[in-house]
Nanobody
Framework: QVQLVESGGGLVQAGGSLRLSCAAS????????MAWYRQAPGKQRDLVAS???????MYPDSVKGRFTISRDNAKNTVYLQMNNLKPEDTGVYYC?????????WGQGTQVTVSS
């Protein structure tokens, strides 16, 4: 069995920063695209960042310039550095590992940004 273990969520004031971590249980994820999604209550789960196995990153306009995704394949870990957080960033953040024939999700970690 494989799993993604997320950490780093919490409560932060607007303008603050958080760093989320997602640790995979196997090195198979080093060849997968890794991504972060977020979901607010009653809302769709939306992509906030992705990083390919060779380090290519993508961000939606809503977080571009504020969020940075990175990976440390030696540690089987992907990170999401979130700066200048806004209340609309509040939600459950999910880590995802995407392979050619596999797809795994973490259980999510809550991020709450207060005004």
């Amino acid at each position: 069995q494989v799993q993604l273990v997320e950490s780093g969520g919490g409560l932060v004031q607007a303008g603050g920063s958080l760093r989320l971590s997602c640790a995979a249980s196997t090195s198979i994820f080093s060849i997968n695209t890794m991504a972060w999604y977020r979901q607010a209550p009653g809302k769709q789960r939306d992509l906030v960042a992705s990083i390919s196995s060779v380090g290519m990153t993508m961000y939606p306009d809503s977080v571009k310039g504020r969020f940075t995704i990175s990976r440390d394949n030696a540690k089987n870990t992907v990170y999401l550095q979130m700066n200048n957080l806004k209340p609309e960033d509040t939600g459950v953040y999910y880590c995802r590992s995407i392979g050619n024939d596999n797809n795994y999700w973490g259980q999510g970690t809550q991020v709450t940004v207060s005004s």
